[in-house]
Antibody
Framework: QVQLQESGPGLVKPSETLSLTCTVS??????????WSWIRQPPGKGLEWIGY???????NYNPSLKSRVTISVDTSKNQFSLKLSSVTAADTAVYYC??????????????????WGQGTLVTVSS | QSALTQPASVSGSPGQSITISCTGT?????????VSWYQQHPGKAPKLMIY???KRPSGVSNRFSGSKSGNTASLTISGLQAEDEADYYC????????????FGGGTKLTVL
């Protein structure tokens, strides 16, 4: 059974960088069959896709966050990480890591998130 | 990429059927792309309920079904049960302009 677990500070000051790590067990981030993703949910609001990374290191980010986001992978530790710079109160949210499966071809794409971490609340406040 | 459009809330009585819609554009929900659906209970992580438009993961009740017509995908829950009360989200490929993923705004299902 694949399990994902987020870790990192629960409180970050405005203008600083939010850093989270997702540790994967029961599966490998080196698998070429999946993307490894970050998704967030502000309190009382909906889900927002942040981005993903492939084991090779290729990434894709939400255009609205692209200038501030970096996702990296450490295959030796079976982990992937999120960095979000210049945070404000609007970045306060529960942050989830997730495994993305599905398929994409030249004409269609049908991604889905089949395993999720429990989520970690990050509050941006001085 | 703009969020997909879902009704804010739907409700139904136990045993009834309800349908939640998820409307996008020809670039995301439309074309040949297939959506996924998630159930989220308060304080919990989302759970995959439907993938590739209409497939159910192992362990998900066959009371849950998915379909699509044009730029609108739908999740139908038949034989409503109290434990179905939750928030539901759709998710789609955002299209070739960004190659990203986009979620719907979420629908609160109330079982009366």
């Amino acid at each position: 059974q694949v399990q994902l677990q987020e870790s990192g500070p629960g409180l970050v000051k405005p203008s600083e960088t939010l850093s989270l790590t997702c540790t994967v067990s029961g599966g490998s981030v080196s698998s070429g069959s999946y993307y490894w993703s970050w998704i967030r949910q502000p309190p009382g609001k909906g889900l927002e896709w942040i981005g993903y990374i492939y084991y090779s290191g290729s990434t894709n980010y939400n255009p609205s966050l692209k200038s501030r986001v970096t996702i990296s992978v450490d295959t030796s530790k079976n982990q992937f990480s999120l960095k979000l710079s210049s945070v404000t109160a609007a970045d306060t949210a529960v942050y989830y890591c997730a495994r993305e499966g599905g398929y994409c071809s030249s004409t269609s794409c049908s991604p889905y998130f089949d395993y999720w971490g429990q989520g970690t609340l990050v509050t941006v406040s001085s | 990429q703009s969020a997909l459009t879902q009704p804010a809330s739907v409700s139904g009585s136990p045993g009834q059927s309800i349908t939640i819609s998820c409307t996008g554009t020809s670039s995301d929900v439309g074309s040949y792309n297939l959506v996924s659906w998630y159930q989220q209970h308060p304080g919990k992580a989302p759970k995959l309920m439907i993938y590739e438009g209409s497939k159910r993961p192992s362990g998900v009740s066959n009371r849950f079904s998915g379909s699509k017509s044009g730029n609108t995908a739908s999740l139908t829950i038949s034989g409503l049960q109290a434990e179905d009360e939750a928030d539901y989200y759709c998710c789609s490929y955002a299209g070739s302009s960004t190659f990203g993923r986009v979620f719907g705004g979420g629908t609160k299902l109330t079982v009366l």
